[in-house]
């Protein structure tokens, strides 16, 4: 069965330090992954993708994710963290070949100091 | 830009009472989804809908629950007779394309069960 695993509920970081938000996954065969992020009383939005292509995704706000095989991971990131990236981060697994449902992580909430 | 919308932002029943929680999609996608996220936990899959039916479920997705698409525009979640453990937000979620399974959210409904 899938599953995603995402490492710290809660990340918090100084404005300009580099933000790291972990994600392992667990997936038979191989998965599309994604980072989907969260601003308070608002729905989940697509920050990036990982569909079997270039390893290294760029996604929006500056954001970025490396697929690494041998370590099922999806790991999260940018250089310079902005006080606007405050929010809930949401790693999640889709299994090529299946429904598109997706197994989403628990959360990282990201706290940015000023 | 399109977006999912989602009717009401906050409903409050009694247990025992049905409930109906309304999304519109984007208008051109074709596969549907319903997520929920109970307080201080992940984001759970419930169900995805295709070509007027269900393609998969979840085990939450009991004989309590449907879904529907009774007019070509909105996607119904129908919970039939409310729990406690109900209690949660419910997000609706629509994609074009299976394939990279690019869902967009809606903002969400939290279901108030008393």
């Known amino acids: 069965a899938q599953s995603v695993t995402q490492l710290g509920s809660h990340v918090s970081v100084s404005e300009g330090a580099l933000v790291l938000l972990r994600c392992n996954y667990s997936?038979?065969?191989?998965?599309?992954l994604f980072w989907y992020v969260q601003y308070p009383n608002q729905g989940l939005q697509l920050l990036l993708k990982?569909?079997?292509?270039?390893?290294l995704v760029k996604g929006i706000n500056g954001f970025e994710a490396e697929f690494k095989k041998s370590e099922t991971s999806f790991h999260l990131t940018k250089p310079s963290a902005h006080m606007s990236d405050a929010a809930e981060y949401f790693c999640?697994?889709?299994?090529?070949?299946?429904?598109?449902?997706?197994?989403f992580g628990k959360g990282t909430k990201l706290s940015v100091k000023p | 830009e399109p977006e999912v919308t989602q009717t009401p932002s906050h409903q409050v029943t009694q247990m025992g009472q049905e409930v109906i929680l309304r999304c519109v999609p984007i208008?051109?996608?074709?596969?549907f989804y319903w997520y929920r996220q109970i307080l201080g936990q992940k984001v759970e899959f419930l169900v995805s809908?295709?070509?007027?039916?269900?393609?998969?479920k979840s085990e939450i997705f009991d004989d309590q629950f449907s879904v529907e698409r009774p007019d070509g525009s909105n996607f119904t979640l129908k919970i039939r007779s409310t729990k406690l453990e109900d209690s949660a937000m419910y997000f609706c979620?629509?994609?074009?394309?299976?394939?990279?399974?690019?869902?967009?959210f809606g903002a969400g409904t939290r279901l108030s069960v008393l």
């Open positions: 999640a697994v889709s299994e090529t070949g299946s429904q598109g449902n997706l197994i």
């Open positions: 997936s038979s065969v191989p998965p599309y």
């Open positions: 208008s051109n996608h074709l596969y």
């Open positions: 809908f295709y070509n007027n039916e269900i393609s998969e």
């Open positions: 979620a629509s994609s074009y394309d299976r394939g990279t399974n690019i869902q967009y």
């Open positions: 990982y569909t079997s292509a270039a390893t």
